[in-house]
Nanobody
């Protein structure tokens, strides 16, 4: 099975930037889509961004559109989420996940999940 490990989380001031990474290992699929979700304290998990297997298509939640950028490097089975102009409301545990089909904005379609990395935005 695939294992997903997130890294790069930490503490950043509002208005700052941060890059989180997700690396897949184990028995990786040849073709798979990747997405980022987050969960803030007391709130349900929500979709953040997704990218198709080739990297040709991207999808973003309205709340972060224009501020975050998702990308991937298939040679090293890694996806990235570049977060800019961070707000305190972006504070959450960020999860990476893998899907093979369906709507990529729905967590229901993801087969594998990482353990998450904490992103804290302070004011």
């Amino acid at each position: 099975q695939m294992q997903l490990v997130e890294s790069g989380g930490g503490l950043v001031q509002a208005g700052g930037s941060l890059r989180v990474s997700c690396t897949a290992s184990g028995r990786t699929l040849r073709v798979y889509h990747m997405g980022w979700f987050r969960q803030a304290p007391g709130k349900p998990r929500e979709f953040v961004a997704a990218i198709s297997s080739s990297g040709d298509s991207t999808y973003y939640a309205d709340s972060i559109k224009g501020r975050f950028t998702i990308s991937r490097n298939n040679a090293i089975n890694t996806a990235y989420l570049d977060m800019n102009s961070l707000k305190t409301e972006d504070t959450a545990v960020y999860y990476c996940a893998v899907a093979v089909g369906g709507s990529l904005t729905s967590g229901q379609n993801y087969l594998f999940w990482g353990q998450g990395t904490q992103v804290t935005v302070s004011s």
